[in-house]
């Protein structure tokens, strides 16, 4: 719930940074949208630890979440103001490239090891690079040409509605949702197509 607090941060700083302010509608979606994620969050913390773990570790994760939610805002925000300027490909060769220099840093730093890998794991990351990298981030990179920040930010909430969904029909996961991440979902597509449509 607190990741998915972007939208917030997006609102704000498209009005501050951008003179993009959304209309009554796509507030009230975001709402809507959001009010679902915490429905399916209320469902999911109802187990072990309970929702309200005020734990050490649990505060960390928390702050983790709320830093989260602000470095998917400012990425959208600035993504948006480049994507004025840039075609989709050389912003996503910018934007990917970055993200693989990092990657390589932080493999430096830890000593982790990127390879061998198993050509299970290969097969894995070729399905993660085609799905939810070059249709997903990418389609929301490229949107952010077109439509506001702040609506881009509201179609990332239905990603965990999507990931639901084939973890219930992939063969190898077999993962039934609860009612609670069922009714939520469904109020997070509503809060969509309502800021969207």
Same mark, same amino acid.
């Given at each position: 719930?607190?990741?998915?607090?972007?939208?917030?941060?997006?609102?704000?700083?498209?009005?501050?940074?951008?003179?993009?302010?959304?209309?009554?509608?796509?507030?009230?979606?975001?709402?809507?949208?959001?009010?679902?994620?915490?429905?399916?969050?209320?469902?999911?913390?109802?187990?072990?630890?309970?929702?309200?773990?005020?734990?050490?570790?649990?505060?960390?994760?928390?702050?983790?979440?709320?830093?989260?939610?602000?470095?998917?805002?400012?990425?959208?925000? @600035?993504?948006?103001?480049?994507?004025?300027?840039?075609? &989709?490909?050389?912003? =996503? %060769?910018?934007?990917?490239? !970055? $993200? *693989? #220099?990092?990657?390589?840093?932080?493999?430096?730093?830890?000593?982790?090891?990127?390879?061998?890998?198993?050509?299970?794991?290969?097969?894995?990351?070729?399905?993660?690079?085609?799905?939810?990298?070059?249709?997903?981030?990418?389609?929301?990179?490229?949107?952010?040409?077109? @439509?506001?920040?702040?609506?881009?930010?509201?179609?990332? &909430?239905?990603?965990? =509605? %999507?990931?639901?969904?084939? !973890? $219930? *029909? #992939?063969?190898?996961?077999?993962?039934?949702?609860?009612?609670?991440?069922?009714?939520?979902?469904?109020?997070?597509?509503?809060?969509?197509?309502?800021?969207?449509?």
């Amino acid at each position: 719930v607190l990741v998915n607090l972007h939208p917030v941060v997006i609102v704000a700083g498209s009005a501050l940074f951008l003179d993009e302010r959304p209309t009554r509608r796509q507030l009230a979606g975001i709402g809507v949208a959001m009010f679902g994620a915490l429905v399916v969050a209320w469902g999911d913390g109802r187990g072990e630890g309970g929702l309200f773990d005020l734990s050490g570790r649990a505060i960390v994760g928390d702050l983790l979440a709320l830093l989260g939610a602000v470095t998917v805002g400012v990425y959208y925000l @600035v993504g948006r103001s480049l994507r004025q300027r840039l075609t &989709l490909w050389p912003y =996503v %060769g910018l934007v990917y490239g !970055a $993200a *693989l #220099l990092v990657l390589l840093a932080f493999v430096a730093f830890t000593g982790a090891s990127l390879w061998p890998q198993p050509p299970r794991e290969w097969a894995i990351f070729l399905g993660i690079a085609l799905g939810p990298m070059m249709l997903g981030h990418t389609g929301f990179n490229w949107a952010l040409r077109y @439509v506001p920040a702040f609506v881009v930010s509201l179609a990332i &909430l239905a990603e965990p =509605v %999507g990931a639901t969904i084939l !973890a $219930a *029909l #992939l063969p190898g996961i077999r993962e039934i949702p609860s009612v609670w991440t069922l009714v939520g979902g469904s109020v997070v597509l509503a809060g969509l197509a309502m800021g969207t449509l």
